[in-house]
């Protein structure tokens, strides 16, 4: 059995950004994670803010790592190649309530180091967003947008081109510890991974790992939260993030963000569920971010509306339901070579790098391993061919004639790319994989016409065969069989009219 | 750069017929900008039949009936650039298209006929809640993978919508060995034609229920069931209607929007009763020598109806390559409440012009009427009509007056 | 007795009603034109369709080629016809107009391509 130094339980974007710390070191490190691709649970189901800290306790880890994801991000965008735009934020109010928040809040973020925030007036917004509602507002100029999907992949990839390896399609079961052979045996329905090192960055399924670990099985509360998706062309009217005053606790609701490709997003509201993978979307909760909605942005109309998600926040609480801060630890008396990262939620994607470095530094003091002199921060991020001046283009299309080929009309993407994408370093290849790499299906058309021309060349990029095709999960087939042909199932049937 | 005298942005149906009547007008200079590695458009895909009754009184598959026109094209010699998608087109004319054999081009366009058609509207356009599944497919796409991918899409199928290729597609399942549950359509009424209803539905049993829609999507993988509901008169699910369907496939068949990105972004107004670009009776945008025909303009229920539009197109686009310019059209076209999707938004009073529209919900003995100030220049008793079928009525110059709006007015 | 149709001749789907005894048509009504006739007449005495479907090709530029048959069918036989399409598989290149099945099962209608298919 292959002996692994570490193993990283989860592909989130914490799961990530600590694979990537770790192939600073020269170790062997395997990340496994229950799903096809990285980022499928919570990381990617956020608003995609890098948040400024100006909610957060002052000294608890949510402010510290918030604040120092915060100031470094420009730097760790540029290495990865990820799209990030230092907007900043509004946050409005329309009450005397709300300025009460408002005003409690700066004073915590000007606590926690968080800097600029300013009080503005009606006049101010206007100037600022038009399309934003609000008597008043405080402008917060650290925050920004990111796509968190696309941050995870960079991290991993960045991981992947160190050395890392990822394993998909390994739900973990259950964790042995070998106290004769000072190792750990983590099993998945794949088979066991034998390790020293386990580092549990499993997110929603944190406490679980926890407890077969030997850490409590913290409680934790799922808050769920949907969201619409609009059009670019709604785009057009949101420059900046929009966000309610916070309630007395710190909590926001329903707000509008544009995304770092030019959609917005519209979400999300918040209530308890007690379901690990209840993702889906419900009426009445749409309708009420349509109601919601429209105060914090004006152009919310059905016209725009592309695409709706849902996502959890599963935050610690105590037996009061009180939310706690991040827990972080490690216990080499009790759980040797371990390090347990549970309740990580918002604002974990800003987060993410900082508590990646503080659980690795946990691991570093301990094993003292060598330095990795090889490690390259920077991954290779070609320009999208959407983003490419004419020149540009023509010259990509000279060098790579499939770059003259659009796949996905929405979202101009060419042949190229998807090959690109179908071939990465993680070796993900469901449909939603290459949609997360490329943009390809994600324009207002849904895939319409770009998606059968994606699952094809998924096959024949990879020789497999069409029933073969996943679209998101392990069981997400998308075809039945040929029509006609070998095995085609219709032969069997019998079908009737009706007189 | 190169000049040519008729750009012409898809070689769908439209597009063809635009370019085959441009020819026979004397435009020589036609250049067609297809997507596809073939042209024929959308056509390729439809396999049923009953095309070409009204275009050449037979009637054909759509591979056949867009194959007549592909080979007129062909023995006018109508150069078609195909695997080449059109990334931009400019105010003032400029065409900037890209394909893996010819690169970036750019063309300078005497004049320009958008022909792009339409696409699907999606799951998410109309918010159906429930989880993400592989299964759910729209129509369309459910159409191209079976008929020419060769791919089945699944085996249990539930349609929400009775738009014409909902239908067809629930027969077409049907014939390749799937179980079609049901088709279900929120409005009170098909939104396909009735004919539909009954050789794609009635003959193989499949039951149509109106004044229903899917109200859940369930399964995490696959596509393991749909809750159906049936709504009340504001189109609300009724509580306590639910009904759990098991189904590995929904296929969505909930409308058609005009395919019109290029059209605004060469800064053509929208109309905003068809979705379309705004045109006048020789369906110029109001971009000067752009035009517009076919689905892109509006969404047409029968392709004969495009083929004659985008022939109709030819007239003024040829008389624009020629002259530079087209008689203004400042009297604006309205309908009242009971008309949808009415085009030309603009008429000149001084051209034949044809009307084209839809009644907004099924009607019995209404009235047509075309008005100009006191004037009914026009008036049509229809027996029956339905959101379904596009109504158009032509009109000749002579009959019209060059101070009035024309108001469409329908009565029951 | 009163039997209520929706005419499939053409897209205007004419509601017809027809008055009848036995499978006598004592009176018509709705129908725009004579094929309105036509085909309720056809429709009492055996209803009659056509269909469209595909049929297999090997080594073409599709894996598939459109087809549809040449004449009207039985209603009652439809699957009986697509059991004999799906056995059919063709080298490319094919062209509309061929010929597939002649006179499939012997009911007086041919099996046609309507898509040309090359080589891939």
């Known amino acids: ?499 | 750069m190169k000049h040519v005298d008729a750009v012409i942005v898809g070689g769908g149906p439209a597009g063809l017929a635009a370019a085959i009547e441009l020819r026979r007008k004397g435009i020589d200079d036609i250049l067609i900008l297809e997507r596809e590695k073939k042209p024929g458009g959308i056509l390729r895909q439809c396999i049923h039949d009953g095309f070409g009754l009204t275009r050449f009184g037979e009637t054909l598959s759509g591979p056949e009936y867009a194959a007549r026109f592909v080979r007129e094209a062909e023995a006018l010699q109508i150069p078609c650039l195909t695997d080449t998608t059109v990334l931009e087109i400019t105010p003032d004319r400029h065409v900037y298209a890209s394909s893996s054999e010819h690169g970036m081009m750019e063309f300078e366009a005497g004049a320009i006929v958008l022909a792009m058609g339409c696409r699907e509207r999606t799951r998410g356009a109309i918010s159906i809640p429930g989880t993400r599944p592989a299964g759910v497919y729209t129509a369309g796409v459910a159409q191209a993978y079976i008929n020419l991918k060769n791919k089945m899409v699944g085996r249990r199928v539930v349609i929400l919508g009775s738009g014409d290729i909902g239908m067809i597609m629930a027969r077409r399942m049907t014939l390749e060995g799937a179980k079609v549950l049901g088709v279900f359509e929120v409005q009170p009424y098909a939104s396909g034609l009735p004919r539909n209803v009954e050789q794609c539905l009635n003959d193989y049993g499949i039951p149509l229920s109106l004044s229903h829609t899917v109200t859940d999507i369930r399964g995490t993988d696959r596509l393991e069931s749909v809750v159906i509901s049936q709504v009340d008169d504001h189109m609300q699910p009724i509580p306590g209607t639910e009904q759990e369907y098991e189904c590995d496939t929904l296929i969505l068949s909930v409308g058609l929007i005009p395919e019109n990105e290029l059209t605004w972004m060469a800064g053509a107004e929208k109309d905003p009763g068809t979705s379309g670009a705004a045109v006048d009776e020789n369906y110029q945008t109001t971009v000067p020598g752009i035009f517009a025909a076919g689905n892109v303009l509006h969404v047409h229920d029968l392709v004969d109806f495009v083929s004659l539009e985008a022939e109709a197109l030819a007239d003024g686009a040829a008389r624009f390559i020629r002259e530079g310019s087209l008689p203004a059209c400042e009297l604006a076209v309205r309908g009242n409440e009971l008309v949808g999707g009415l085009t030309p938004s603009r008429i000149s009073g001084t051209g034949d012009v044809t009307v084209s529209f839809r009644v907004r919900r099924p009607l019995r003995n209404c009235t047509v009427e075309l008005v100009q100030g006191d004037t009914v220049v026009k008036r049509r008793r229809m027996p029956k009509a339905l959101p379904a079928e596009m109504i158009q009525i032509k009109l000749k110059a002579d009959d019209l007056n060059q101070t009035d709006d024309l108001e469409v007015k329908v009565s029951c | 007795m009163l039997r209520e149709f929706t005419c499939i001749m053409c897209p205007q789907g004419c509601d017809i009603s027809v008055e009848l005894d036995g499978t006598t048509i004592t009176s018509i009504t709705g129908n725009k034109c004579a094929k309105g006739e036509a085909y309720v007449t056809q429709e009492i005495e055996n209803p009659m369709r056509n269909i469209a479907t595909s049929v297999l090709i090997d080594g073409g530029e599709l894996p598939l080629a459109s087809v549809r048959l040449s004449n009207v069918i039985p209603k009652d036989r439809i699957f009986d016809v697509m059991a004999e399409i799906r056995r059919v598989e063709l080298p490319a290149p094919v062209h509309e107009g061929d010929v597939v099945i002649h006179d499939v099962l012997g009911l007086g209608a041919d099996v046609i391509i309507t898509k040309d298919v090359d080589v891939a």
């Open chain 1, 1 to 499: 059995m292959e002996q692994w130094d570490v193993v990283v339980i989860g592909a989130g974007v914490v799961g990530s950004a600590v694979a990537r710390e770790l192939a600073r070191y020269r170790l062997r490190v395997a990340v496994l994670e229950k799903e096809l691709d990285v980022a499928c649970g919570n990381s990617s189901r956020n608003t995609g803010m890098l948040h400024a800290g100006f909610t957060y306790k002052p000294g608890s880890l949510k402010a510290e790592c918030a604040v120092e994801g915060n100031k470094e991000f420009d730097q760790v965008a540029a290495e990865l190649g990820v799209p990030f735009k230092r907007t900043g934020k509004l946050v409005v109010g329309f009450t005397d309530h709300d300025m009460e928040n408002i005003l409690k809040f700066k004073a915590i973020g000007e606590q926690n180091g968080v800097e600029g925030m300013r009080i503005i007036d009606k006049e101010e917004i206007e100037r600022i967003e038009p399309h934003a509602g609000g008597e008043f507002a405080m402008y917060v100029p650290s925050s920004g947008i990111l796509d968190p999907m696309a941050y995870t992949i960079a991290l991993a990839d960045n991981a992947a081109q160190n050395g890392v390896k990822f394993f998909f399609d390994r739900k973990v079961t259950a964790i042995e510890r070998y106290i004769a052979n000072d190792c750990y045996l983590v099993h998945t329905p794949a088979g066991a991974f034998r390790t020293k090192w386990v580092i549990n960055c499993a997110g929603a399924y944190a406490s679980q790992i926890s407890e077969m670990l030997g850490y409590p099985n913290y409680p934790v509360r799922g808050f769920k939260g949907e969201y619409f998706v609009l059009d670019k062309k709604a785009g057009e009217f949101l420059k900046i993030p929009v966000y309610p005053a916070p309630n007395d606790k710190g909590g926001f609701s329903t707000h509008a963000t544009p995304t770092v490709d030019g959609n917005i997003l519209v979400g999300p509201d918040s209530y308890v569920t007690e379901d690990w993978e209840d993702y889906k979307c419900t009426k009445d909760h749409l309708d009420g971010l349509i109601r919601d909605g429209s105060k914090m942005f004006k152009q919310m109309r059905r016209e725009y509306f592309i695409r709706n998600f849902a996502g959890i926040r599963w935050k610690r609480v105590d037996e009061d339901g009180n939310v706690l801060d991040f827990k972080l630890e490690s216990d080499q008396q009790h759980n040797p070579n371990t390090v347990n990262l549970v309740g990580i939620e918002s604002p974990g994607v800003t987060c993410a790098l900082p508590l990646a470095r503080r659980a690795v530094a946990r691991l570093v003091e301990v094993e003292k391993p060598q330095v990795n002199e090889n490690f390259d921060p920077v991954r290779p991020a070609p320009k999208r061919f959407y983003d490419m001046t004419r020149e540009e283009q023509a010259a990509a299309i000279a060098e790579d004639p499939e770059y003259g080929e659009i796949v996905c009309r929405c979202e101009t993407v060419t042949r190229a790319e998807i090959r690109r994408a179908i071939n990465n370093p993680l070796g993900v290849h469901t449909v939603t994989g290459i949609k997360n790499r490329t943009r390809a299906t994600m324009g207002r058309c849904q895939g319409g016409y770009c998606e059968t021309r994606i699952t094809e060349m998924i096959e024949q990029e990879l020789g497999i065969e069409p029933t073969d095709v996943r679209f998101n999960h392990a069981g997400s087939y998308m075809f039945t069989g040929p029509v006609r042909g070998a095995q085609a199932p219709g032969e069997a049937a019998e079908g009737s009219v009706s007189a």
